[in-house]
């Protein structure tokens, strides 16, 4: 079983649409959590962290479950330039490595006109 | 904007040359990691070191050696390049109190 799972994807979508991504983790012990957004061919990029008590930015709003170790990311309203591979990102801690981080594998998301 | 850079951008050379490739961050970080990503494919720690000579390596087995003689420099070193080395290589930092990751732009290398 993989450290963290994502949706398989690709999801397109059309514009405007509201899409969610789901995201699990194996480690209990996991304390920070993040979703990162990479476009194609270009380095991933921080999209926003996730706090216990859920947090929104903008159209994106990220939720956590402690209980079930489960992450999600909702967009409302999609835009073409939210087309992307979104990353689902805990860090796992382990002996001596305390701050790496486990990147899932991403849900690739476009967003059609 | 991050201040982590990489160079070069792209590199196609031919099998058996020795390659570093470059990676500084501006930033004061701590810590730095190298991850290798295959096309369409997920991020695979390669390297990472937590402070200057301190080196470890990552999830993933790789050919691949790193030094870290300056906080704020993290260079990558393949002694005889194969094509199963053909990938794209990302460098990323963090802060002493953070786990967030900066990224540069990373390498993409092609080994003919």
């Known amino acids: 079983r993989k450290e963290v799972e994502q949706d398989p994807g690709p999801f397109n979508v059309p514009e405007g649409a509201t899409v969610a991504f789901n995201c699990t983790y194996s480690n209990s012990a996991s304390q920070s959590f993040f979703w990162y957004r990479q476009d194609c061919r270009k380095e991933p990029k921080l999209l926003m962290s996730?706090?216990?008590s859920g947090n929104e930015d903008g159209r994106f709003t990220a939720q956590l479950n402690r209980a079930s170790q489960y992450i999600s990311l909702l967009i409302r309203d999609s835009k073409l330039s939210d087309s992307a591979t979104y990353l689902c990102v805990v860090n796992m801690p382990t002996s001596g490595s305390a701050r790496q981080l486990t990147f899932g594998s991403g849900t690739q998301l476009t967003v059609l006109p | 904007e991050a201040d982590i850079y990489q160079t070069p951008r792209y590199l196609v050379i031919g099998t058996g040359k020795k390659i570093t490739l470059e990676c500084s961050q501006t930033m004061g970080h701590d810590k730095m990691y190298w991850y290798q990503q295959d096309p369409g494919m997920e991020l695979h720690l390669i390297h990472y070191?937590?402070?200057?000579?301190?080196?470890e390596k990552g999830d993933l087995s790789s050919e691949s050696t790193v030094s870290r003689i300056r906080t704020e420099h993290f260079p990558l070193t393949l002694e005889s390049a194969r094509p199963s080395h053909t990938s794209q290589y990302l460098c990323?930092?963090?802060?002493?109190?953070?786990?967030?990751?900066?990224f540069g732009p990373g390498t993409r290398l092609t080994v003919l």
């Open positions: 990323a930092s963090s802060g002493r109190l953070a786990y967030e990751q900066f």
């Open positions: 070191s937590y402070g200057v000579n301190s080196t």
């Open positions: 996730v706090y216990s």
